[in-house]
């Protein structure tokens, strides 16, 4: 079952790809899987809908839940960031305060390992930063704020 | 699911944090001095300290005016840990670790204690011995009030400290054996049964101090001392030394300084974390003791009484021995002590919520 | 941690009583070892057995417990 699960969010995935204007080489290297299988993918045929109508529900789900159902489907750290990425709408800014106690926990607790410690202070890596929010909600002192990019950042930034 | 599990064994624990980091918080409760520290300074407030000076006076062990206590049937009591931490609420952060002046508690990250790292503040205090300066006295030893000093020392050889000759004739000694009750150093062995009749000299004992020669009520003994005049030329001055060294047990050392105080050589030298100032009210103290009981440093005394009815009305401090921990101002029940700390000696660090923490030890 | 008494095991003798620190505070002629004048003080021997008046001013210091030669009174 999670195999069908992981082959439907490929697909969604790869299509995703194929409109940002990666070759179906580029998109079988990045998803792990065969080209023979993008090709299959993206001309529609060796398709199981239910299993992309399942994984289309998955990817309508909010962040937090999510992350933790391509967490224990993906398992391997590489193939979770991308996956995530992929279907990450929205940029987000981790702001951390000069209140942090450098805990750690934050560091062990996010799903895509955005979290470092440096000199005892958390360091949020916006680049895989998905903003489920765990962090902020689990910092002991209130350290953490998780901030959505404003669309003209995001546009400036593209 | 990240959860922390706690072992407990005796009055010690540990806490892990079930995450690849291998953060691991332990506490060794026999270090503890019940300052409090830990417990004021963590930001979860997971830290609890029980009432020391019940703890510090030990149920079972107490002599009441010098006789064990007259109850017959002891009730077995608990035995109370001074420090409780809720591995519910503890986030492994390690300031009770790094604060704490004892090191009772030990936050190690992936098996390395976070006292070796820079990036972590910890207390520059010290305790130092001049091995060149020591003359192995032991009087650090006698004085360290937590039993953290061992002095190792190997005596030199007597006959490399003394010079002569001594010799007994035979012939003419009697046996009486007054040379043998007489001598000092427990040199001479005079067997008396008839038949078996013998004197021995035991020439490492002796020191050539004539005694035996003088008493001797035949003039048997020939003896001379020669260290006087002739010690330049016997003795070797390198085997006149007393050898070794002391060993220092870093986790009992709490850095009183009472051996820098003894030492004669002012071979000791000690660093400590805090200055401070201690104050007591005179009117309040109601000489219960409980302080001098839970100072670690041997500084809280009863002052001697000058003479019949003359009382001093509180107890007294040797501020010179005092760290400034506090806990005797936590175990106070009539709050007649007042401990302040106005200057924290640590390495930097770059963490502004850690700076606050140190910061928030000076009152 | 409480003050905890055991009256089978009282002797009367009132050591508890005049070694509190607490009691001296409150009750300065405690010391003189014929009891106070008030029941402010945390316990005093009364008919022979020790009794618990105030027990809610007791700061755990452990002295009555030390000086017990009967353990009829201690902290748990």
Known sequence: M????????????????????????KIAEKLDIDRSTVSHYLNGSNLSWNSIEFA??????????????????????????????????????????????GCGLCVDLCILEAISLNALTAQINSFYCCGCHTCEEACPTNSIKILEEKDDQKRERS | MIKNVK????????????????????????????????????????????SVGNVSRNYFNTEFSGHKKIAQNMVSKPNYVKVTIDEDKCVLCGMCSGLC??????????????????????????????????VLCEKCQIACPRDALTVKRDLPKRSDLVTGEIEV????????????????????????????????????????????????????????????????????????????????????????????????????????????????????CGECGACI??????????????????????????????????????????????????????????????????????? | MELKVDQDRCLGCGVCVVSCPVNARISPENAGGAGSKTTETIMMVENGFIKLFSPDKCE??????????????WLE
């Not at chain 2, 332990?26 to 830990?38: A, L, R, T, Y």
């Not at chain 2, 004021?40 to 997971?46: E, F, H, Q, S």
């Not at chain 2, 508690?105 to 305790?127: A, F, Q, R, V």
């Not at chain 2, 302040?340 to 502004?352: D, E, L, V």
Request: include cysteine.
């Open chain 2, 101 to 134: 002046p004892a090191d009772a508690l030990d936050l190690t990250i992936g098996g390395e204690s976070i006292k070796n790292m820079e990036s972590y503040p910890s207390y520059e205090k010290s305790m130092t011995i001049d091995d060149d300066e020591c």
């Open chain 3, 60 to 73: 755990e210091c452990g002295t009555c417990q030390m000086f017990c030669p009967c353990d009829a009174i």
């Open chain 1, 2 to 25: 999670p195999k069908h699960i992981t082959s439907g969010l490929k697909y969604l995935a790869a299509v995703r790809l194929r409109n940002q204007g990666l070759s179906q080489k």
């Open chain 2, 169 to 284: 004739d035979k012939d003419t000694c009697i046996n009486c054996g007054i040379c043998e009750e007489l001598c000092p150093a427990e040199a001479i062995d005079v067997t008396k049964e008839p038949g078996s009749e013998d004197i021995i000299i035991d020439k490492d004992k002796c020191v050539y101090c004539l005694v035996c020669k003088k008493a001797c009520p035949v003039d048997a003994i020939k003896a001379v001392c020669r260290s006087c005049s002739y010690g330049e030329y016997d003795f070797d001055p390198e085997k006149s030394v007393t050898t070794g060294n002391v060993i220092i047990d870093e986790k009992e050392c709490i850095n009183c300084g009472w051996c820098e105080g003894v030492c004669p050589t002012n071979a000791a030298t000690v660093t400590k974390a805090f200055e401070g100032k201690f104050e007591i009210d005179e009117d309040k």
């Open chain 1, 56 to 101: 289309k529900i998955l990817t309508q789900l909010n962040n937090k839940d999510f992350l933790l159902v391509i967490q224990n489907l993906f398992h391997d750290l590489d193939k979770i960031r991308v996956i995530a990425l992929i279907f990450k709408e929205k940029n987000y800014n981790g702001i951390v305060n000069d209140s942090c106690i």
């Open chain 2, 293 to 363: 009981d839970t100072c670690p440093c041997n500084a809280l005394y009863f002052p001697k009484s000058k003479g019949s009815g003359d009382m001093d009305s509180s107890i007294k401090i040797k501020e010179e021995f005092c760290i400034h921990c506090g806990a005797c101002e936590k175990v106070c029940p009539n709050d007649a002590l007042t401990v302040k700390r106005t200057k924290i000696n640590n390495t930097p660090t770059n963490s502004k919520a850690w700076q606050d923490a140190i910061k928030a030890l000076k009152n």
């Open chain 2, 7 to 50: 072992e407990v064994k005796g009055k010690d624990f540990n806490i892990k944090r079930s995450a690849a980091e291998g953060r691991q918080l332990s506490f060794n409760d026999h270090i503890c001095i019940g300052c409090g520290i830990c417990e004021n300074t963590c930001p979860v407030g997971a830290i609890e300290i029980a």
